[in-house]
């Protein structure tokens, strides 16, 4: 089958916009700061140009077409992640809204009577913050922790929130501020630097929806700061306080609705951050205090009461901790973290709930959550057959793992050839739990019908990552995808792999039958005599349509059409149509080759030389006109049998090719025994700057001896032809010369060297 060019990795552009809005931002809070630029007039500048860039990006996102919908065969969990990526439009247009608002109260700020002022902000906070709470896209699901992490998570956030009201208590002016207001305003911004604290530091911190959160509590307490100075005639500098948040929150709710309303999956969900949560609010309140002392204020008694108000719940947190099981102190003093009780320490595994339960166990625990590893099993040789054998080797499987793994790790049945392991100890080490679990399960078994060898693929995925079901389905996921890749193997789940495995079922359930539903497709790339620039022949590309998957090209979907076994149909087809096109090409005055990609499967088919020349006197070509490419990497394993078919071939009169030559000592030693006529070599033979380059001499000098006509395929510059050129290679091939096309438009290209016949 042909193998096309690959596609090339588009490379991500830096966000010029925001680094401009941010630089001219900083300078407006510069010049305020000096007393260049009025500060109101700098709120209203700085307001107007971010809500105006996150504005016209949520705008776009309300004028963009809905997500295609998600095929019914991908599985569940990617088809519900999908979903939660992709809420309604109305998110997009509701935010846009509140966006927009948010930008308008900091515009006309400057144009307001000063009296006025505070209840134009007062009106524009309260206008934002109801499209914000209607607007704002479905937070993820995360399953429900225990009773004891919850309590132990609302007495932090209560720590957490008190520090942040104490420090905005110190913290906000005490002249045009009565007490009850100053109160009513620490309370709502400790409130929202809370909010934004806990959605960005929380194991979902990464999705567009939590983003969406911390830029809506950022962008209303930047209103809640500008409406807290607005009271006096003369606010002064004290309103540049409220630029930074409210700017960063409308570029933040901007960048997450665009990921929210993408139909993508979400990222994997890392552990919470938890220390930023103890630790800022922390040094926010240490911070004011320090600020009130400097300016020479009295501790009032409202500040000594939140101060006071912070010592219970400090207390009680320390008590909960103290309290856990988790942090239980070992024999010799330091804390042990939790381990799973294994019940039945005789090496048996235990079922699917206890290592559900395991799971949970380990993730509501505190520090490293640990790592769950699935080990499928496949036995190879004669005592693999029996019920009784399989299952006295799998017993010796279980007591090889139980030899391995630590005292206090969970064994668990998950598959009926196979087993998980749940282990305390971080990813790293686990993996090379993994290892060693492989080293030793892969070793030869002892049965009564013979010797046997088990061949193992493990997946690993870390605890911390999701709920027990969700811990499961990735390491599984992990498991397939090292079977897939051959066995013996550990590999480690991610978000990517994720994206393969649903691709791989995506085109497994695509393929079959694309052939019948006329999905495949052909283009064709000249060829060209390097000496007079004429063309001489075409290579037939492949192409797979698929209405549901888009364009694919052959690298990705051979491998599977491999695996599937339907490789054969699809050569079938690719010949067929391409010495159909060759026929009509050579109805007229021009006599061109076509080259026809073969896989070293097709070729040692035992029916591929008669069904070829069945082929070719169904439409009347020449044989010599006809030409067959096989990918040298792969014809090492079967080299005798490729050598009986190629030879078969030009027995015919088919002209053999050898693609993708390797200028090594073995290839150049494999050639003598190659019944061929051409010689494709890459362009980095060719390339002046390669290293390679001088290889390209002896390629030729063989060639020459051999009788083999050299072409220089993927020449993507006029220097790499010109390279090709002087290296001595009759022939060229790539995007500097032509580009693969449609019949027609190769046809046309033909028509402008009328003296093409070869």
Not at 303 to 324: E, G, T
Not at 561 to 578: F, K, M, N, P, S
Not at 704 to 726: F, K, M, P, T, Y
Request: proline share 9%; aromatic share 4%; glycine share 8%.
């Amino acid at each position: 089958m042909p193998l096309a060019y690959p596609q090339r990795a588009s490379i991500p552009r830096p966000a010029l916009p925001d680094t401009l809005v941010l630089a001219a931002v900083a300078l407006l809070l510069l010049a305020g700061a000096a007393g260049r630029v009025p500060a109101l007039a700098v709120v209203a500048l700085a307001g107007a140009v971010s809500c105006a860039l996150a504005g016209a990006r949520l705008s776009r996102l309300t004028a963009a077409p809905p997500p295609a919908p998600v095929p019914a065969q991908v599985p569940t969990r990617s088809r519900a992640a999908r979903r939660r990526a992709a809420p309604p439009r109305r998110v997009a247009v509701l935010l846009d809204a509140a966006v927009v608002t948010a930008g308008l109260t900091a515009a006309v700020l400057p144009l307001a009577e000063p009296g006025q002022r505070s209840a134009v902000v007062v009106s524009g906070l309260a206008a934002s913050a109801a499209l914000f709470v209607a607007g704002l896209p479905p937070a993820a699901r995360r399953p429900r922790p225990s009773a004891r992490v919850r309590l132990r998570g609302a007495v932090d956030a209560t720590a957490a929130g008190l520090g942040l009201v104490l420090a905005g208590w110190l913290l906000l002016p005490r002249d045009p501020l009565d007490p009850t207001a100053r109160f009513a305003v620490a309370v709502a911004l400790g409130g929202l630097a809370l909010a934004v604290l806990l959605v960005l530091t929380g194991p979902h911190r990464r999705t567009g929806a939590a983003r969406c959160r911390g830029g809506a509590a950022l962008t209303l307490s930047g209103l809640v700061m500008l409406a807290a100075v607005q009271t006096g005639t003369a606010p002064g500098r004290a309103a540049l306080v409220s630029v930074p948040p409210l700017v960063g929150g409308v570029l933040l709710t901007a960048a997450g609705a665009r990921r929210a309303t993408r139909p993508e999956p979400d990222p994997p969900a890392p552990p919470a951050m938890v220390w930023p949560r103890a630790v800022v609010p922390a040094v926010a309140a240490v911070a004011a205090v320090g600020w009130q002392l400097r300016d020479g204020g009295p501790p009032d008694l409202t500040a000594v009461l939140l101060a006071l108000a912070l010592a219970p719940p400090l207390v009680l947190r320390d008590l909960l901790r103290a309290d856990d099981p988790a942090r239980s102190t070992g024999p010799d003093g330091p804390p042990v973290r939790h381990r799973p009780a294994d019940p039945d320490h005789s090496g048996a595994p235990v079922d699917r709930a206890a290592l559900l339960r395991a799971l949970a166990t380990l993730r509501d625990a505190p520090g490293p959550a640990g790592a769950l590893l699935v080990v499928d099993l496949d036995g190879t040789g004669p005592a693999a057959d029996g019920h009784q054998g399989r299952e006295d080797v799998l017993a010796e499987a279980v007591r090889r793992a139980r030899a391995v793994v630590g005292p206090r790790d969970l064994l668990a049945d998950v598959t009926a050839t196979g087993f998980a392991v749940v282990t305390e100890v971080g990813p790293v080490l686990a993996y090379a739990l993994g290892t060693r679990l492989l080293a030793a399960l892969t070793e030869p078994y002892r049965t009564a019908g013979g010797a046997l060898r088990l061949r193992a693929g493990i997946g690993l995925a870390e605890i911390g990552n999701g709920g027990p079901e969700d811990v499961l389905r990735q390491a599984d996921l992990a498991r397939r995808r090292a079977v897939q890749l051959g066995r013996d193997r550990v590999e480690w789940y991610d978000a990517y792999l994720e994206e393969q495995l649903v691709r791989r079922l995506d085109l497994e359930r695509e393929l079959p039958g694309a052939v019948a539903r006329g999905e495949l497709d052909l283009v064709y790339q000249p060829v060209l005599d390097l000496t007079d620039r004429q063309p001489v022949g075409t290579e037939a590309l492949l192409r797979w349509r698929s209405p549901v998957l888009g364009t694919v090209l052959p690298a990705e979907f051979l491998p599977v059409a491999e695996d599937l076994d339907i490789v054969g149909e699809l050569g079938c087809w690719v010949l067929d149509r391409a010495c159909r096109q060759l026929a009509a090409w050579s109805a007229g005055s021009r006599q061109l080759w076509m080259a026809v990609n073969v896989t070293v499967r097709e070729l040692a088919s035992p029916d591929f030389v008669p069904r070829t020349a069945a082929v070719l006197d169904a439409y009347g070509l020449a044989p010599d006109r006809l030409v067959v490419e096989v990918a040298e990497p792969r014809v090492g394993a079967e080299l005798p049998t490729v050598v009986a078919r190629l030879a078969g071939l030009r027995s015919l009169g088919v002209r053999t090719a050898l693609d993708d030559f390797r200028a090594e000592h073995a290839s150049l030693a494999q050639l003598r025994r190659l019944p061929i006529d051409l010689l494709k070599v890459g362009p980095q033979l060719v390339d002046p700057a390669d290293p390679q380059r001088p290889l390209i001499d002896v390629v030729v000098n063989v060639g020459d001896r051999l009788g083999l006509d050299i072409v220089a395929e993927e020449l993507e510059s006029a220097g790499l032809v010109d390279g090709a050129r002087r290296a001595g290679c009759r022939y060229g091939q790539g995007f500097a010369l032509a580009r693969p096309a449609t019949a027609e438009r190769v046809e046309a290209y033909f028509e402008e060297f009328p003296s093409a016949s070869r």
